[in-house]
């Protein structure tokens, strides 16, 4: 019988995002990082481990000072920008950090990415590039920090870009629109100069895509036959 393994379940869906970040060239070699906090627990992904072979036991576990809780391996080596970036924020429960191609050169040309298309207004319209510091450092943990109320994305110059959610899977869904945004930024700059879709549109579009989810998730949950997830008929 398999050995029972603390947050067994949310282990092995931070190992087959991370497999997932390199299948879709989001990260090359053991570049970037994934995590999620379960109440005091963060699940990350463990320093230096090729993603093709990680198993549930590889994943770290711990608490939110960074102290083991399980698992053997060493921790992401930008364990302190999770701990942190979960301490700013607990309704924070998902993150994801890259080295994507398209937002990486973005970090190396301008402080902000602007608002080039209306699919930003889901991480808080324009994105800000955080300023540089030493990975795995106190100092850039503290420069993402501060720029990140308001937004749902960050991008880290000459690193990489770092999303925020409450699953993984909108998390990975922010980091994949995001590299797009960017590499449409980028085509879009060198030909010409882009235009920018207006703050007060953004704030339009971001109505728009809550109403929108809120209908969905509706339609969703009226046609589950056996609702578990409310005691309302
Ligand atoms: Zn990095």
New binding site residues.
Partial sequence: MAKLMLHNEERLKVAATALSLLTNRLVVNT???VSIRVGDHVIITPSGRPYESLQPEDICVLDLSGEAVDGTLLPSS?TPLHLAVYSSDPSITAIV?T?SVHATAVTTLIDELPAIHYQLADMGGAIPVAPYAT?GTPELAQSVTSVLPGKSAVL?KN??SLTIANTLEKACERTITLEWCAEVWLKAHMAGTPTIVAKEEMERVKQQMDRIGAERDKRLHDRADDCSCCDTP
């Fill in positions: 570049s970037g990082n930008e950090h080295h990975f880290m690193h990489g």
